[in-house]
């Protein structure tokens, strides 16, 4: 989103993730792709990068899925430069959540607004 321009106001669907979500949603992303690992050690030439994979790779990418607060739903939103219809796709994890316009290449940035004060 370019600095320079006010933030839109948009309502997406959103399912707030707790604390014990964000966790099997982090130990499920490592065990996917440390389990990929796993099976590419059985591979010749590729056993050492399966390792790496299997110890290195998986729990940082159980990290980053564990990181997600929030999940957002599929939508279409409006890009904030070209005015072109934008697809947020399901299971988009955020906060923030980014997607790009496939038209113009611009990244769009989408924050949890705060409440309005009453
Ligand atoms: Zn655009």
Redesign the pocket.
Request: aromatic letters at 0%; proline letters at 7%; a positive charge.
């Given at each position: 989103m370019d600095s320079a321009k006010p933030g839109l106001v948009l309502t997406v669907p959103v399912t707030q993730l707790g604390p014990g979500a964000r966790a099997w949603r982090g130990l499920k992303r490592m065990a996917l792709v440390s389990g990929i690992g796993v099976v590419l050690v059985a591979v010749p030439l590729l056993h050492v990068c399966g390792a790496v994979v299997a110890l290195i790779a998986g729990p940082i990418a159980g990290v980053f899925a564990w990181r997600a607060r929030a999940v957002l739903g599929a939508c279409e939103i409006a890009?904030?430069?070209?005015?072109?219809p934008?697809l947020v796709p399901d299971q988009l994890p955020g906060w923030p959540a980014r997607v790009h316009?496939?038209?113009?290449?611009?990244m769009?940035e989408l924050q949890l607004g705060e409440a309005a004060p009453s």
């Open positions: 890009c904030p430069k070209c005015s072109q934008v316009c496939a038209k113009c290449g611009a769009v």
